[in-house]
């Protein structure tokens, strides 16, 4: 018997044209709804084009912030210390929900990269340049991916990637309440190696093409069992 509050609720119109197709208002108790190009939904932003890109740069903007106060306030503990609260605090904050908004553009890419680049630095306390005025490396130290080499960790991208092939796992097999039938299609074609291989769903717009199902199903082609 709840009853929604027109002053908490949103119209977003999703669609590929800046133009407006039609202008229909909505109401909640007679009041009409505000019309926005981007809302918060479940910890994550979407905006009308789904391209993600106000999305990225919240979080990244959220994540400095974190890494920075973290900085602040583990200047004299040891590189375990401030590599777990990196991986603690401050990488789930780039992680969120990742398998539905895993960026494609290069620019979306490198802001989320850029900010586990200074969290090595910040954790190494390593904060020189590799590079010489010549643009050519002097020196391995200085490197942020030889930083994060050293602890282990992944690039950022490497990780969304590795989500989205496990959450495709948990579809395919069951695993997670998302109908695989209704959105994965086994390949009809004749391949080499094994038989078990999807066909990869084709849209006329971008943000279809490079959504979880095309875009996972595109990287890996592989079998799940």
């Not at 669609?15 to 229909?24: I, P, S, W, Y």
């Not at 106060?69 to 040891?78: A, D, E, G, K």
């Not at 130290?141 to 948990?170: C, D, F, H």
């Not at 309440?177 to 959105?183: D, E, R, V």
């Amino acid at each position: 018997m709840m009853s929604f509050n027109p002053d908490k609720c949103e119209v977003l119109r999703v669609m590929a044209k800046q133009t407006h197709l039609f202008e229909a208002v909505y109401t909640i108790h007679g009041k009409p709804l505000n019309t926005v190009s981007s809302a918060m939904y479940l910890g994550l932003t979407i905006d009308t084009k789904l391209n993600y890109n106000e999305h990225v740069s919240n979080i990244c903007k959220k994540a400095n912030s974190t890494r920075a106060f973290i900085h602040r306030n583990t200047r004299s503990c040891p590189r375990r210390v401030k590599a777990t609260a990196y991986t603690s605090f401050v990488r789930p904050q780039l992680e969120y929900a990742a398998t539905v908004w895993s960026p494609h553009t290069v620019n979306n890419t490198s802001q989320i990269e850029a900010v586990q680049r200074r969290a090595a630095r910040s954790v190494m306390n390593d904060w020189s340049r590799s590079y010489n005025q010549s643009g050519r490396s002097s020196t391995s130290k200085g490197s942020p991916t030889l930083m994060m080499q050293q602890m282990g960790w992944n690039a950022l991208q490497e990780r969304r990637n590795q989500a989205k092939v496990i959450m495709m796992y948990r579809i395919v097999n069951g695993l997670i309440a998302i109908p695989a039938s209704l959105y994965v299609t086994n390949s009809t074609q004749s391949t080499r190696g094994h038989g078990l291989k999807f066909r990869v769903p084709v849209g006329c717009v971008s943000a279809f093409n490079h959504s979880f199902f095309p875009a996972t199903i595109r990287s890996c082609h592989a079998p799940f069992h």
